[in-house]
């Protein structure tokens, strides 16, 4: 069973005022201890809120080792329907089985008929991946708001190696995925499509390039982009109010940076943001209202002090970081509550093995 997590309070009103405009209200939750569960660490947030309120939470569940793939993790699922103040006990979306026999690395999406997705890799590690021994890239479904999933799905074949989809993606030996959020397209003409950001690393040398993984029947076909940004690592993606979709790529140092005019198929001429300079590290991006973006990230370059970065000029900028996490803090998902308040799933204290906490804000504390 696990051990007690306390919820620990920063707020400054009552919870009735979350979303509204009230005072900044800050609160957290410790979602798991390292030897809850029967696993000694825990590691890789993602956090959805479903079209009907219900907040998904998923992770690896590394139990024998802090390390990645190809050690033996599985990914767990925890939900809530009062917006994070309880959740249920960890439900297994997929086991692993032993070494090469894991799986990692979850991002999640609702597809525009509701089924809810569920990206990761499995097998072999990334950097010893080849084609005849691949990391694979599965999707495992969900048609009842995260309560079950499917059996997962191996799409490795058409995302690259000599059967890709696409050209562009038949010399690269590996893949994985972005983790945390994807994206469902709200506008345009590819109004519903799924994007989910890859790094996928070249058969020439030990260098990482970022493509889109796109589908326009509710994730069962799969295409892929042209590369979006060269020499990146983990992305995450965003919907701009004029249907343009803009990428950030980890780097040490200034966030790289790139924007789609064709729903992520193409991709203009990649950039950095030198004001969101940094830990090469795993964050998030999402929208909250019709002029804000908000990006998650250590405003650091150690991996700590998980804070939030505002944009109010549709990701040209980025401006005022607000701690979220003070200390060692590594990866976090954010997504947008029903009430209007915001979710962040982050990793604290990775020097002694990493815990998962929830935490939650209103846009009041934004300003």
Known sequence: MASACKKE??????????????ESFVDSLCMYRMGDYGSQFWRIPALLCLDDGTLLAVNDKRKYSYKDLPEDIDIVCR??????NSWSEPQTIVEGTGYKHGYGDPALVQCENGDVLCFFVGGNGLWASTESDPIRSYVCRSTDRGLSWSTPEDITSQLWGSQSVSPSTRNYKASFFGSGNALRL???????????????????????????VYSDDNGHSWQVSDRAFSVGDEAKLVELNDGTVLISVRQGGPRGCNRSSDGGKTWGTQSTWPEMTANACN????????????HSLPNSMNRENVSVFISNDEGSTWHSPHLLVAG???????????DGSVGC?????????????FYRFNPAWLK
């Open 79 to 84: 939900r809530s329907r009062d917006m994070g």
């Open 345 to 357: 799933f982050v990793e604290v204290g990775p020097d002694t093995g990493c815990e998962l906490w």
């Open 186 to 212: 709200r506008q345009g003409p590819h109004k519903g499509r799924i994007l989910v950001a890859a790094a996928m690393c070249r058969k020439s040398a030990q260098k990482l390039d970022n493509f889109v």
């Open 328 to 338: 060692p803090s590594v990866y976090s998902s954010l997504t947008r509550l029903a």
């Open 283 to 294: 964050g998030d991006l999402i929208r909250i209202n019709d002029t804000t973006l908000i």
């Open 9 to 22: 309070t920063g707020s400054t009103a009552s919870a009735d005022s979350i979303g509204g405009s009230g």
